[in-house]
């Protein structure tokens, strides 16, 4: 069964200390590994779509990285902003069905 | 704007009144899905279409319906819903789901079931 886990479940970090989340995952054939981000009362936003092991991708302070079990997302020098839940999807290659780990919820304290 | 909308935003109801959540977007997008966020429990997928009138089950489909007839609609439908249905929704859309194409998601309907 395709399954998804995300730690720490909270980190607090204060702004500039830098720090990954986990993503690791379990499934038959990945066609693809995603990170969402979501602010408080609103749906996901897009961030990176990773295929295959050794893969890494950057946006601004964050960089994600892949390997065959677990992947990372790197938050350099975090800012005030940067403060959501991040969330990491996987896609199998049996369907097209997409499954979410439970999140981890980021606080940058200024 | 290409976004996805749904409707309500907010509902309260009570058990056994059937309801349904619209969902739309505007991005003639082929792939489309419905999803629950309950705490600690994450998204979950309840139902998702590759395209018109073809439909597919998700990780918790028990309890809700779905139709696609037209490209850019897909609501839920729940027939007799229940106070364990009480949950966040999300609705999202893409390009077929292979790899690179990013999911869009609508704002969330917040249901209360009494």
């Known amino acids: 069964e395709d399954q998804v886990t995300q730690s720490p479940e909270a980190l607090r970090l204060q702004e500039g200390e830098s720090s990954s989340l986990n993503c690791s995952y379990t499934?038959?054939?990945?066609?693809?590994l995603f990170w969402y981000r979501q602010d408080p009362g609103k749906g996901p936003e897009f961030l990176f779509t990773?295929?295959?092991a050794g893969e890494e991708k950057e946006k601004e302070r964050l960089k994600a990285t892949l390997t065959k079990k677990e992947s990372f997302l790197h938050i350099t020098a975090p800012k005030p902003e940067d403060s959501a839940t991040y969330l990491c999807?996987?896609?199998?290659?049996?369907?097209?069905?997409?499954?979410f780990g439970s999140g981890t919820r980021l606080l940058v304290r200024p | 704007e290409a976004q996805v909308t749904q409707n309500p935003r907010y509902l309260i109801t009570v058990t056994g009144k059937k309801l349904t959540v619209t969902c739309s977007q505007n991005?003639?997008?082929?792939?489309m899905s419905w999803y629950r966020q309950d705490p600690g429990l994450g998204l979950r997928q309840i139902y998702y279409?590759?395209?018109?009138?073809?439909?597919d089950k998700g990780d918790v489909p028990e309890g809700y319906k779905v139709s696609r007839k037209e490209k850019r609609n897909f609501p839920l439908i729940l027939e007799s819903p229940s106070p364990n249905q009480t949950s966040l929704y999300f609705c999202?859309?893409?390009?077929?789901?292979?790899?690179?194409?990013?999911?869009?998601f609508g704002p969330g309907t917040r249901l209360t079931v009494l």
């Open positions: 999202a859309s893409s390009l077929p789901p292979t790899p690179g194409n990013e999911q869009f």
């Open positions: 990773l295929y295959s």
């Open positions: 991005m003639n997008h082929e792939y």
């Open positions: 999807a996987v896609q199998g290659d049996s369907s097209y069905k997409l499954i």
């Open positions: 279409s590759m395209n018109v009138e073809v439909t």
């Open positions: 499934v038959s054939g990945l066609r693809g």
